[in-house]
């Protein structure tokens, strides 16, 4: 069956970096889309950016432009997220998410269990 | 780019139907058929329900279903149930990205 299990929760200082993993099993790993998104306490969804497994590019939300890096180890089907220059607003559940089918780019339909990133000084 | 935009939360009794809507532009909504709905119970992953404007995955009960009319999609939950009681978020494909709405919180009286 299809898994994603994301790295444990995080705590941070203002001006830092987080790296959350997820690691895949159940499905081909290069075969998906991965999505990156967030949700601040008590707020909606945000879209970070996406990556593809097998050739490692990515695409970004204009708003983490410079501050994000997705990547990923085909050896151990993880993907990352790494954010920099940490700020308060920052706090909030990280999720990775895989699209529904090889044909698409969108729908996300397995989702990881989501990480808590804290930026508190 | 700013969040497509949802009502905060709408309710209805067991049995109604309730309709959420999701209001883009013609950057989003408007020009593609890529809008996707999740359902999100709190404390956990959401939950996809629609993708692209009107499918549902395998499992989704046929009360859930989807439109869109210009920059406006909307998510019909018909014959509420209990259980419906979540936190409903849109999304559309624009321009080799993704955008979320705001979420909308149902709660069934």
């Known amino acids: 069956q299809v898994q994603l299990v994301q790295s444990g929760a995080e705590v941070k200082k203002p001006g830092a970096s987080v790296k959350v993993s997820c690691k895949a099993s159940g499905f081909t790993f290069t075969d998906y889309y991965m999505h990156w998104v967030r949700q601040a306490p008590g707020q909606g969804l945000e879209w970070m950016g996406i990556?593809?497994?097998?050739?490692?590019?990515?695409g970004y939300a204009q708003k983490f432009q410079g501050r994000v890096t997705m990547t990923r180890d085909t050896s151990t089907s993880t993907v990352y997220m790494e954010l920099s220059s940490l700020r308060s607003e920052d706090t909030a559940v990280y999720y990775c998410?895989?699209?529904?089918?090889?044909?698409?780019?969108?729908?996300?339909?397995?989702w990881g269990q989501g990480t808590l990133v804290t930026v508190s000084s | 780019q700013s969040a497509l935009t949802q009502p905060p939360s709408v309710s209805g009794s067991p049995g109604q139907s309730v309709t959420i809507s999701c209001t883009g532009t013609?950057?989003?909504?408007?020009?593609?058929?890529?809008v996707s709905w999740y359902q999100q119970t709190p404390g956990t992953a959401p939950k996809l329900i629609i993708y692209e404007v009107s499918n549902r995955p395998s499992g989704v009960p046929d009360r859930f279903s989807g439109s869109k009319s210009g920059n406006t999609a909307s998510l019909t939950i018909s014959g509420l149930q209990p259980e419906d009681e979540a936190d409903y978020h849109c999304s559309s494909y624009t321009s080799s990205s993704t955008m979320f709405g705001g979420g909308t919180k149902l709660t069934v009286l």
């Open positions: 998410a895989r699209v529904r089918t090889r044909f698409t780019d969108m729908d996300l339909d397995y």
């Open positions: 013609s950057s989003d909504i408007g020009s593609y058929n890529r």
């Open positions: 990556i593809n497994p097998s050739s490692g590019s990515t």
